[in-house]
C-alpha cells in the first residue's frame, strides 16, 4: 500500500522571468526529508492568481502532505519541527560573522607577508580590517544608519552631518591603518570617533538604561546596543593608543 504520509505535493512559481525562491527552498527541505515530491509548476501570473483563489491563500508555495495543506515554506519548517527564524528577533549573527571573518583575513594576511599567522601585525590587522568591513556595512544604506545613529549618539545629536560622515571617517582610518600610512591622519580620527562611540553607547545602555538598536552592522540590522558597539569604539581608541605609544 503506497504510504502517503511520505509523499507530498507542492505547487510554486516557475515563470520564465521568475522562479520562487522559496518554493525551491521548499521542495529541496521535503526531499531531505525523504519525501516523494510532486512538483506542480504555477507558470503563468494568470494560472498563479487561480491557484491563490481556488485555495483561498495569499502566497505561493504551497504544500500538501497526505492531502492536507500545509502552507507556505515557514509553515512547513513549523510542521517538519524545524526552527523558523523571526525577522523581528534580535540577532548577535551579524557581528559574529564579521569579527570572525576579518580575524580569518588578518591571520591569512599574516601568513602571506610573514609566513606565520600569529604575528602581532595580525592583531593590528584584525582591528583595520573590522573598522573596513564595519563602515561597509554602514555605507551600504548610509541613511538608514544615520537614522538609527541619531537614536544614541551625543555628537550626531548636536551636529546631524556627523551621523552621515561617521562611517566614511571609520573607512578611512580602517584603510590606512591597514596601510600603515598617514599615522597623522588616522590615529586623531580614530581616537576621536572612538571615544565619543564609546561614552555615547555606556551613557545610552549603562547609565540610561535604554534598549536600543545597534547602527554598528549598519542599520537594518536587529543587534542590540549595548557590549559590541562598546567594544567596536573601544578597539579604535585602543588601537590609536597603541599606535601612538609604539611609533607605528
Known sequence: MLDTTRRATIHRM???KHVCPYGLKAKDLLEREGFQVDDHWLTTREETDRFK???GVKTTPQT???GERIGG???LRRHLGKP???PKATSYTPVVAVFAMTALMALAASYA??????????GEWFIAFS???LAILKLQDVESFSSMFLGYDLLARRWVRYAYAYPFCEALAGILMVAGALKWLSIPVALFIGTVGAVSVFKAVYVEKREIKCACVGGSANVPLGFVSLTENLM???MAVWMLCSGY
Request: charged letters at 20%; a negative charge.
Open 84 to 86: 523558523v527564524a523571526d
Open 73 to 75: 515554506y515557514d509553515d
Open 14 to 16: 516557475v515563470m520564465e
Open 236 to 238: 579604535m581608541v585602543g
Open 113 to 122: 607577508a610573514f609566513g606565520t599567522p600569529l604575528t602581532l601585525r595580525a
Open 53 to 55: 483563489a481556488e485555495q
Open 64 to 66: 500538501f502532505i497526505g
Open 131 to 133: 573598522m573596513c568591513v
